[in-house]
């Protein structure tokens, strides 16, 4: 198994910027890919970006390309989300997940493909 920890979240105004931090430990050998969900109230969880930790391959979410950049250090075990031009619709508990599964083309990771989950960290955006 392995254990995630996010940090970084927080209040933000519109068009700020946030960078979110995922630290995995455990069995992080099983772990070919990382990605980051968000879910926001009464909706449903939502994919934003994935990264494999090999080649550093990435995807995302058509609602964050452009503006969020998911970026990995394999020597510390972390991953990111740098978030820039943050809309109130971006506003929603942010999740990181580890996937044992290996696809060479991220985008065809979904969430179940993703074993492991953090406890999130809240992202608010005001208007």
């Known amino acids: 198994q392995v254990q995630l920890v996010e940090s970084g979240g927080g209040l933000v105004q519109a068009g700020g910027s946030l960078r979110l931090s995922c630290a995995a430990s455990?069995?992080?050998?099983?772990?070919?890919?990382m990605g980051w969900f968000r879910q926001a109230p009464g909706k449903e969880r939502e994919f934003v970006a994935a990264?494999?930790?090999?080649?550093?391959?990435?995807y995302y979410a058509d609602s964050v390309k452009g503006r969020f950049t998911i970026s990995r250090d394999n020597a510390k075990n972390t991953v990111y989300l740098q978030m820039r031009s943050l809309k109130p619709e971006d506003t929603a508990v942010y999740y990181c997940?580890?996937?044992?599964?290996?696809?060479?083309?991220?985008?065809?990771?979904?969430?179940?493909?993703?074993?492991?989950w953090g406890q999130g960290t809240q992202v608010t955006v005001s208007s």
């Open positions: 997940a580890a996937s044992p599964v290996y696809y060479r083309d991220t985008s065809y990771y979904t969430a179940a493909d993703f074993g492991s």
């Open positions: 455990g069995r992080t050998f099983n772990s070919y890919a």
């Open positions: 990264i494999r930790w090999s080649g550093g391959s990435t």
